[in-house]
């Protein structure tokens, strides 16, 4: 895992994969999501 980065997303449900993609759209390229599980197995799945 890195250990720097410009912008971290705390979240890979909904939101935060959103985010993730439209910053990288956008040109970001020192972005990384943190996930404690797998991805949108939070809130996201249960909605």
């Given amino acids: 895992m890195k250990s720097k980065a410009k912008v ?3 979240g890979g449900g ?7 993609y439209h910053l990288a ?3 970001w390229s ?3 999501l943190v996930e ?6 939070g809130s ?3 909605a």
């Fill in 36 to 41: 404690r599980k797998e991805l949108t197995s």
């Fill in 30 to 32: 020192d972005v990384v």
């Fill in 14 to 20: 909904a939101v935060g994969v959103s985010t993730l």
């Fill in 8 to 10: 971290v997303v705390v």
């Fill in 25 to 27: 759209k956008k040109g």
């Fill in 44 to 46: 996201t799945w249960h």
